[in-house]
Each structure stands twice: as structure tokens, then as C-alpha cells.
């Protein structure tokens, strides 16, 4: 499937709800997105109530007025299937479709995304609004593509959820055999002797099995997927030649292994809003998306210079023009709007959309802020959306290359969710953190990286990091091992290796399924207390410090380009570990650091290795035991700083100061809040 039908550059836009407003808006509306060269725009995202007010009865005239209005003013509609939010008559119609908790409550509708995917009525209904949608528009010159649903996520735990998910469990493990083997059902008198004694992980009285809450997590990222795929196949049937896709949503909690679904949508979207560090968290969620889209399986033109092949393109379909921390909601600085949306183009978008077009007037997201404020267009943020308007289409030529990428970062959903189960050594372990924080040292130091699974052809990468992948298969570990002995240099942090993909301890020392690889055995962990540093230094005798790594390309055109392999870690100063620590036997490995002093917690790992080294076949693999902070991993990698954010596709180079101070690099002057984006000579 090509690339939305009649877009040869970079979409902007955000979404647009004509239907919270007065008809004689929508003039204006279409008229300052002229202004602000806006090109696309989602309709429909929450308008089930709207277009079927009553069940069967269609009311499709406004809608007809609203896409008639924005094909006269040249701008294409990314038109959406509603059925994130189900109209009220619907929950009081079919009560089993809504909600329930896994504490057991039936959740009522007055908020948004009160459904049950597993609900036959809800399933049904969602088809019909589709069909009816596509019968209607399918001839119109509007729509450019289609937004199915709206950041896929809502969990239920009701009966309809129960009878699925043993179907489910039916399939992937065969018998209940092979199922009371995969969740070890002997602990704690669980052991299974008929499907029907099976329900979801609903509220219980102490901890869960974790296994199953895994499984349970795999199998609502099925359901989801078979409900999105019903309403894919009525808007292929009838529209063709249209892309389909969905927003992915962003976050710990989201039950969505999106690199599954990657392989079933047109386009990966993304919707993102970053929060402590939105340079940094930009940049990754970036990288993330295109790591979900880059699959040679996926089949698409394009193939980076660097890493596996790219599949499809990806969209940064929502962002917002402020900030939300949590407890308050921030303007962004001047030019933070640009910066942090030429950020996701840069490494890859296929444009910049928002959430949203003009600010509500009321609502729950009535403060959820647009690209038309309250303020109206006499306002700072609608003078630079009419900027990044103006500058889009000047980036047509750099953005036909490729991104290239200097390193890889294996993340993986399935690894992540199994850490955040119950009963673990750490309530704080998280998987995606930690990727983020190998990846904000990568980002800080010029070298742009690729977030893929551990699955993926790393043949190309010369540097590898793994961060605390809790959970790997024999078929994965196997492709690591072959990575380092092709070569390449591998650097596993605490925690990786540790269970297999049933959520199963491996046994014998950890990290289990890796110890051959890293050469050593982990014979304790050590979690520690937020107040407790611990000194890590060059081992003795000799007091060396680690020998370089593999020299990893970077975007920087400078004398201090980064170089990793060219730091001093250890050798000339002390580092610290936080957070975790273990009890590392070497078993072929050598130390590369080592714990020094005494334990606070009591335990003597004073003289211990905490970081390792270990050749194997023509590569290396390290292994770090401890939490590094930024410097300390960046020197154990042997890099730079940047002072900006660079990013190179093919003959262009991406610049981009997110400071507050002027910076010189790669020949360029940039300053304070600065960029350029200009070809290499």
C-alpha cells in the first residue's frame, strides 16, 4: 500500500472536531489551516454519538458538510472509524459490552474507551459503523487514508474476556499439560484439570500467578488486533486503494505489542507526549517507531544504510503544543514545537500532527491544548504552527534518505511486561526504562540507534546494548550468541537472561540463558536503597582499565566526534552503581571493574566483578552488574558528548540545539533553540 494518495512530502495537520462546534466555525477553521499549511487533518475520532445517534439511524449531513468544506480548501482528511468511545445507547442496549474490572466492577459510560473488545455486540457494531462509513465516503475526493479506532488499550475482565482468553490459551499451548508446565501450576495448588477452571487474572487474594498474567497480556494484544483487523477488511473491501492504520499510544500500562501490529497496519502512527526530558524522550519514542516499521518482512523500497531493512513509513500522529508533567500541564519555550516535531521528522516521521486542531471549550479535555488555542490565532503558538507549516515542505529532499543508525538497542514489549509483575526483587525494575537510559547516552553523544528486538538481524550493528531483558527465548539468546561471534560488541546490563518466554526462572546461575555468552555466573542479586552509592573501580593487580570497545560510527562532523572505544572508564577515575548489584563469578570473563569497600547492605562484594569482558569468537561481550549513571556508561562506551542533537540521512545532516546556549558543530552555527538542516559536502 503507497503512501496516503496524493502526498509526496510531509503531512501536517492534527485532529479536527467540527462536531464540538458551531457550524459557522468550520469557514474560519479551513481558512487558518490554509494559513498554517495544514494538509491533514483526523475527523471523527469520538463521533459514534454524532454519525448513529440512534441504533441503525445515520446522520451523516454534517460530516458530508465538514469534507466537502475541507476538499474545497485543499486539505486531505484522515478519516477515522469511532469506536474508541461507544454512543450511550449503546451501554444501556448491551450492558455486557462495557467494562469490567478486575476487581469485577462494570464500568458505566460517561468517559471515553468503555467497551469490551471481546464482546460480540460491541464487535458487530463496530463493523456496521465501519461499513457504513466507507459505503459513504468511498468515492469522495477527502479522505486520504483511514484511522481505525483511537490508541487501541482498554482491558476487560468480564465473561465474554474469560471464554476468549481459553480459546486462546487453547491454541498457543495445545493441552492443559503443556499448559500447567508453562504457568508451574503446582505452586500454590493452581494446577488445572479442565479449560472452564480458567479465568483472566482477575482481582485475587494475594499475588498472581505471573505467567499468566503475561499470557493474559499477549492474548488482549490478539483480541485487539482481530477487532482491528474486522474493520480492515470492510475498508479494503470497499476502499483499496485507501492506507488503514491506528495510533499507537505510549506507556508501560498499554496491553498493544506493537510490533505485531506494525506488520498489519499501512503506515505505524504514534501518538506522543513527552513529559521530564521531552529532547531525549522525543528522540526515543522516534526511534521506537521506526523500529516497529523497520521489519524486512513488511516489505517497502526503502533499507537504511545501517540495521534492518525499513519497512513501511511511520507518522507522529498526535503531540500536543504544551507539556504534560503529570501535575501541571507547561507551555513549551519558544520554538520547542518545532524543534521537539523536526526531531520526529529528522529520525524518520513522515510528517507532524497534533492533538489538536483548535482547543475544546469544554469537555473532560477541555485544558488538552491546540494548535488553535483559547487565545485564538493572535496567539504565540498559532504564529509557530504557521512557521513549522511554512518549513515542512522545505524538507522534501532530506527526508528521502533513509535514517542511518551507529548502534542498536534491543527492546521488546513481551520482556517488559513480564517485569511488571508482582513478587519481583524490585518493585522498580523496568525494562523500558532502562532502554531509555542506554538510549538518552547514545542520543547525548551523537549516535543515533535503532530500538529492535532481540529477534532482529544485528549483523550490521557494530555495537549492541541489552538493557535488563528480564526475558528471552532459546531462539533469541542463540541470536545473540551469533551476533558476538560474527564480530560485534554486545553490552548486557543486570537482570537480562534471567526467565525464559513462559516467565520461568532459568536455573544453574544467572543470567541463565546469556552465561556462556558473557562468561561469568550470578550467584546473588543485590537490590539497593535508593541512599546507597557504590564505588566501583579498576581491578587490581595492575589497576588497568578496560580495554576499548568496537569503534561505532556517529552523526558528528567534529574533532570530538564520538568514538566509542576511545573512553578511559575505570582506569582513570572511580564510577559508581546504583539501584542493583550482584555477586558475578568470572567463568571466562575478565573484570573490567569491581566493587571496592564495604557493603552497606552487609554483603561482601568488595573485590567482586562488576563489569565484565569476554571474548567470544571474533566478538566481545560485556556485562554491567549495576545501575552506571550517564557519564559512567558513556565512558564505558568510550564516548563524547554532543552538544546537539545530529541526526544524518543519507547525504544530509539534521542539527538541532535544544539549549540554551549557542553551539558550533559540524561546521554549522546554531543558537540558543537553533537548527539546520543542510547537505553534506
Same mark, same amino acid.
Given at each position: 500500500?503507497?503512501?496516503?494518495?496524493?502526498?509526496?512530502?510531509?503531512?501536517?495537520?492534527?485532529?479536527?472536531?467540527?462536531?464540538?462546534?458551531?457550524?459557522?466555525?468550520?469557514?474560519?477553521?479551513?481558512?487558518?489551516?490554509?494559513?498554517?499549511?495544514?494538509?491533514?487533518?483526523?475527523?471523527?475520532?469520538?463521533?459514534?454519538?454524532?454519525?448513529?445517534?440512534?441504533?441503525?439511524?445515520?446522520?451523516?449531513?454534517?460530516?458530508?458538510?465538514?469534507?466537502?468544506?475541507?476538499?474545497?480548501?485543499?486539505?486531505?482528511?484522515?478519516?477515522?472509524?469511532?469506536?474508541?468511545?461507544?454512543?450511550?445507547?449503546?451501554?444501556?442496549?448491551?450492558?455486557?459490552?462495557?467494562?469490567?474490572?478486575?476487581?469485577?466492577?462494570?464500568?458505566?459510560?460517561?468517559?471515553?474507551?468503555?467497551?469490551?473488545?471481546?464482546?460480540?455486540?460491541?464487535?458487530?457494531?463496530?463493523?456496521?459503523?465501519?461499513?457504513?462509513?466507507?459505503?459513504?465516503?468511498?468515492?469522495?475526493?477527502?479522505?486520504?487514508?483511514?484511522?481505525?479506532?483511537?490508541?487501541?488499550?482498554?482491558?476487560?475482565?468480564?465473561?465474554?474476556?474469560?471464554?476468549?482468553?481459553?480459546?486462546?490459551?487453547?491454541?498457543?499451548?495445545?493441552?492443559?499439560?503443556?499448559?500447567?508446565?508453562?504457568?508451574?501450576?503446582?505452586?500454590?495448588?493452581?494446577?488445572?484439570?479442565?479449560?472452564?477452571?480458567?479465568?483472566?487474572?482477575?482481582?485475587?487474594?494475594?499475588?498472581?500467578?505471573?505467567?499468566?498474567?503475561?499470557?493474559?497480556?499477549?492474548?488482549?494484544?490478539?483480541?485487539?488486533?482481530?477487532?482491528?483487523?474486522?474493520?480492515?477488511?470492510?475498508?479494503?473491501?470497499?476502499?483499496?486503494?485507501?492506507?488503514?492504520?491506528?495510533?499507537?499510544?505510549?506507556?508501560?500500562?498499554?496491553?498493544?505489542?506493537?510490533?505485531?501490529?506494525?506488520?498489519?497496519?499501512?503506515?505505524?502512527?504514534?501518538?506522543?507526549?513527552?513529559?521530564?526530558?521531552?529532547?531525549?524522550?522525543?528522540?526515543?519514542?522516534?526511534?521506537?517507531?521506526?523500529?516497529?516499521?523497520?521489519?524486512?518482512?513488511?516489505?517497502?523500497?526503502?533499507?537504511?544504510?545501517?540495521?534492518?531493512?525499513?519497512?513501511?513509513?511511520?507518522?507522529?500522529?498526535?503531540?500536543?503544543?504544551?507539556?504534560?508533567?503529570?501535575?501541571?500541564?507547561?507551555?513549551?519555550?519558544?520554538?520547542?514545537?518545532?524543534?521537539?516535531?523536526?526531531?520526529?521528522?529528522?529520525?524518520?516521521?513522515?510528517?507532524?500532527?497534533?492533538?489538536?486542531?483548535?482547543?475544546?471549550?469544554?469537555?473532560?479535555?477541555?485544558?488538552?491544548?491546540?494548535?488553535?488555542?483559547?487565545?485564538?490565532?493572535?496567539?504565540?503558538?498559532?504564529?509557530?504552527?504557521?512557521?513549522?507549516?511554512?518549513?515542512?515542505?522545505?524538507?522534501?529532499?532530506?527526508?528521502?534518505?533513509?535514517?542511518?543508525?551507529?548502534?542498536?538497542?534491543?527492546?521488546?514489549?513481551?520482556?517488559?511486561?513480564?517485569?511488571?509483575?508482582?513478587?519481583?526483587?524490585?518493585?522498580?525494575?523496568?525494562?523500558?526504562?532502562?532502554?531509555?537510559?542506554?538510549?538518552?547516552?547514545?542520543?547525548?553523544?551523537?549516535?543515533?540507534?535503532?530500538?529492535?528486538?532481540?529477534?532482529?538481524?544485528?549483523?550490521?550493528?557494530?555495537?549492541?546494548?541489552?538493557?535488563?531483558?528480564?526475558?528471552?527465548?532459546?531462539?533469541?539468546?542463540?541470536?545473540?550468541? +551469533?551476533?558476538?561471534? /560474527?564480530? =560485534? !560488541?554486545?553490552?548486557?546490563?543486570?537482570?537480562?537472561?534471567?526467565? @525464559?518466554?513462559? &516467565? #520461568?526462572?532459568?536455573?544453574?546461575?544467572?543470567?541463565?540463558?546469556?552465561?556462556?555468552?558473557?562468561?561469568?555466573?550470578?550467584?546473588?542479586?543485590?537490590?539497593?536503597?535508593?541512599?546507597?552509592?557504590?564505588?566501583?573501580?579498576?581491578?587490581?593487580?595492575?589497576?588497568?582499565?578496560?580495554?576499548?570497545?568496537?569503534?561505532?560510527?556517529?552523526?558528528?562532523?567534529?574533532?570530538?566526534?564520538?568514538?566509542?572505544?576511545?573512553?578511559?572508564?575505570?582506569?582513570?577515575?572511580?564510577?559508581?552503581?546504583?539501584?542493583?548489584?550482584?555477586?558475578?563469578?568470572?567463568?571466562?570473563?575478565?573484570?573490567?571493574?569491581?566493587?571496592?569497600?564495604?557493603?552497606?547492605?552487609?554483603?561482601?562484594?568488595?573485590?567482586?566483578?562488576?563489569?565484565? +569482558?569476554?571474548?567470544? /569468537?571474533? =566478538? !566481545?561481550?560485556?556485562?554491567?552488574?549495576?545501575?552506571?549513571?550517564? @557519564?559512567?556508561? &558513556? #565512558?564505558?562506551?568510550?564516548?563524547?558528548?554532543?552538544?546537539?542533537?545530529?541526526?544524518?540521512?543519507?547525504?544530509?545532516?539534521?542539527?538541532?540545539?535544544?539549549?540554551?546556549?549557542?553551539?558550533?558543530?559540524?561546521?554549522?552555527?546554531?543558537?540558543?533553540?537553533?537548527?539546520?538542516?543542510?547537505?553534506?559536502?
Amino acid at each position: 500500500m503507497d503512501w496516503p494518495r496524493g502526498f509526496g512530502g510531509l503531512c501536517y495537520g492534527g485532529d479536527y472536531n467540527p462536531e464540538q462546534w458551531p457550524e459557522e466555525v468550520w469557514k474560519e477553521d479551513v481558512e487558518l489551516m490554509r494559513r498554517a499549511g495544514v494538509n491533514l487533518v483526523s475527523v471523527g475520532v469520538f463521533s459514534w454519538a454524532r454519525l448513529e445517534p440512534a441504533p441503525g439511524a445515520y446522520d451523516f449531513g454534517w460530516l458530508d458538510r465538514v469534507l466537502d468544506l475541507l476538499h474545497t480548501g485543499g486539505i486531505r482528511v484522515n478519516l477515522a472509524t469511532p469506536t474508541a468511545s461507544p454512543p450511550p445507547w449503546f451501554g444501556l442496549a448491551h450492558p455486557d459490552a462495557r467494562t469490567v474490572t478486575p476487581d469485577g466492577t462494570r464500568l458505566t459510560h460517561g468517559s471515553r474507551d468503555t467497551y469490551c473488545v471481546h464482546s460480540p455486540a460491541y464487535r458487530a457494531a463496530s463493523v456496521r459503523i465501519a461499513r457504513a462509513l466507507a459505503e459513504r465516503y468511498r468515492d469522495h475526493p477527502a479522505p486520504a487514508m483511514w484511522h481505525v479506532h483511537n490508541e487501541y488499550g482498554t482491558t476487560c475482565h468480564c465473561d465474554h474476556a474469560a471464554t476468549a482468553f481459553r480459546t486462546w490459551l487453547q491454541a498457543r499451548h495445545g493441552t492443559l499439560e503443556a499448559l500447567n508446565d508453562a504457568w508451574t501450576t503446582s505452586f500454590w495448588s493452581q494446577h488445572y484439570s479442565a479449560w472452564e477452571q480458567i479465568t483472566t487474572p482477575r482481582t485475587t487474594q494475594y499475588l498472581p500467578n505471573p505467567a499468566q498474567v503475561l499470557d493474559f497480556r499477549r492474548f488482549v494484544s490478539d483480541a485487539m488486533l482481530d477487532h482491528f483487523r474486522e474493520q480492515k477488511a470492510v475498508l479494503r473491501e470497499l476502499t483499496p486503494d485507501l492506507p488503514i492504520t491506528t495510533n499507537f499510544v505510549l506507556g508501560d500500562w498499554v496491553p498493544v505489542n506493537q510490533r505485531h501490529w506494525a506488520a498489519e497496519v499501512d503506515l505505524v502512527a504514534i501518538d506522543h507526549y513527552p513529559s521530564a526530558d521531552p529532547p531525549a524522550e522525543t528522540a526515543f519514542a522516534a526511534d521506537l517507531a521506526r523500529g516497529w516499521a523497520s521489519d524486512p518482512a513488511h516489505g517497502s523500497a526503502d533499507a537504511p544504510a545501517q540495521g534492518p531493512a525499513t519497512g513501511k513509513p511511520w507518522l507522529l500522529m498526535e503531540q500536543a503544543v504544551v507539556t504534560y508533567t503529570g501535575p501541571r500541564m507547561l507551555a513549551k519555550r519558544p520554538g520547542e514545537i518545532t524543534r521537539l516535531s523536526l526531531s520526529h521528522i529528522a529520525r524518520g516521521s513522515r510528517g507532524a500532527m497534533f492533538f489538536q486542531w483548535r482547543a475544546s471549550r469544554g469537555g473532560a479535555e477541555l485544558w488538552h491544548a491546540g494548535m488553535v488555542p483559547h487565545a485564538g490565532p493572535d496567539s504565540r503558538v498559532f504564529r509557530e504552527i504557521c512557521d513549522l507549516g511554512a518549513l515542512l515542505p522545505t524538507l522534501k529532499d532530506a527526508c528521502a534518505a533513509p535514517v542511518e543508525a551507529g548502534a542498536a538497542i534491543l527492546w521488546d514489549v513481551e520482556a517488559n511486561w513480564a517485569l511488571q509483575a508482582p513478587g519481583l526483587p524490585s518493585t522498580e525494575l523496568n525494562h523500558t526504562e532502562a532502554a531509555r537510559q542506554a538510549h538518552r547516552v547514545l542520543y547525548r553523544h551523537g549516535v543515533t540507534a535503532d530500538l529492535v528486538p532481540p529477534s532482529a538481524d544485528l549483523s550490521a550493528y557494530p555495537l549492541v546494548l541489552v538493557p535488563s531483558l528480564y526475558l528471552i527465548c532459546d531462539a533469541d539468546a542463540e541470536n545473540l550468541r +551469533r551476533y558476538v561471534s /560474527g564480530g =560485534g !560488541t554486545l553490552v548486557v546490563s543486570y537482570l537480562s537472561g534471567v526467565a @525464559d518466554e513462559h &516467565a #520461568r526462572v532459568r536455573l544453574g546461575g544467572y543470567p541463565g540463558a546469556l552465561r556462556d555468552l558473557l562468561g561469568i555466573r550470578v550467584e546473588e542479586f543485590h537490590p539497593l536503597p535508593p541512599e546507597v552509592t557504590l564505588t566501583l573501580s579498576a581491578p587490581s593487580p595492575n589497576g588497568s582499565g578496560p580495554r576499548p570497545a568496537a569503534p561505532v560510527p556517529t552523526e558528528a562532523e567534529t574533532p570530538t566526534r564520538s568514538r566509542p572505544g576511545a573512553g578511559t572508564f575505570a582506569s582513570e577515575q572511580a564510577e559508581t552503581g546504583t539501584f542493583w548489584s550482584e555477586h558475578v563469578h568470572l567463568e571466562g570473563a575478565e573484570a573490567l571493574a569491581v566493587y571496592t569497600g564495604p557493603h552497606t547492605l552487609g554483603t561482601p562484594l568488595s573485590g567482586r566483578p562488576a563489569i565484565t +569482558r569476554h571474548p567470544y /569468537g571474533s =566478538g !566481545t561481550a560485556l556485562y554491567v552488574s549495576t545501575r552506571l549513571t550517564d @557519564d559512567g556508561y &558513556a #565512558r564505558l562506551l568510550g564516548l563524547e558528548p554532543a552538544p546537539v542533537e545530529l541526526v544524518r540521512r543519507g547525504d544530509w545532516l539534521f542539527a538541532i540545539n535544544h539549549g540554551d546556549e549557542e553551539q558550533q558543530v559540524a561546521g554549522l552555527r546554531l543558537p540558543p533553540g537553533g537548527f539546520a538542516v543542510r547537505a553534506r559536502g
